[in-house]
């Protein structure tokens, strides 16, 4: 067990609806990822935080997509008028503030109908 | 643009047997690389994790090689077990991100 968790572990919505995923690293990550996997593929990074500010995000991020860390802790990544494409495993990973260890979650599984 | 590529893609051998698992990338510019197990539906869980400065990084059963010039490393399980089937990737850090870059995987089974 990483410590970090993630709610839901499943979403099923149909498309052109909004869907939001929450992420609750442990106290000492200073840092926060966002990963999207789909199947037989690696994960993909999307996005990551350092306490409040968000410093990278990717191009797969289109503007349907918004995450946000507002106190340093927890994390939410929104989707907005889903897509049958954004179906994936959505990973959220923590890590503290040296290059080291990202402590996975369990990831939320999206699937858009 | 950094590109990871892991042969085999999937590997199937019998309980007991020595394993090599490649990694390959494109651009050597590494802070370190990560290696990682995922079990079906899960999430990862990191096994090692190598520093550019290092050779190798052990931990029981497992030891990771990293030639950062070469762009490779390695993974090697001693004495493979059923309960090491899942899927491993790998994961370079660039220097100039904080991101990883992952690798599409090496799905092993290990057989009884």
């Known amino acids: 067990d990483t410590g970090v968790s993630q709610d839901p572990r499943h979403k099923i919505t149909k498309r052109g609806q909004n869907v939001t995923f929450r992420c609750d690293p442990i106290s000492e990550h200073n840092r926060l990822y966002w990963y999207r996997q789909t199947l037989g593929q690696g994960p993909e990074f999307l996005t990551y935080f350092q306490n409040e500010a968000q410093l990278e995000k990717s191009r797969l991020l289109s503007d349907r997509f918004s995450a946000e860390r507002p106190k340093g802790s927890f994390s939410t990544l929104e989707i907005q008028r889903t897509e049958q494409g954004d179906s994936a495993m959505y990973l959220c990973a923590g890590a503290g503030n040296l290059r080291e260890t990202q402590y996975f979650g369990p990831g939320t599984r999206l699937l858009v109908l | 643009k950094q590109e990871v590529t892991q042969i085999p893609a999937a590997l199937s051998v019998p309980e007991g047997e020595n394993l090599v698992l490649n990694c390959s990338f494109t651009?050597?510019?590494?802070?370190?690389l990560q290696w990682f197990r995922q079990d079906p539906g899960k999430g990862l869980t990191s096994l090692l994790l190598?520093?550019?400065?290092?050779r190798e990084q052990t931990s029981g059963r497992l030891n990771a090689s990293l030639d950062k010039s070469s762009g490779r490393s390695t993974l090697y399980i001693a004495a493979s077990q059923p309960g090491d089937s899942a899927t491993y990737l790998c994961?370079?850090?660039?220097?100039?991100?904080?991101?990883?870059?992952f690798g599409s995987g090496t799905r092993l089974l290990v057989r009884p």
């Open positions: 651009d050597s510019a590494i802070y370190n």
């Open positions: 190598i520093q550019s400065s290092q």
């Open positions: 994961a370079p850090n660039p220097d100039s991100s904080y991101k990883l870059i």
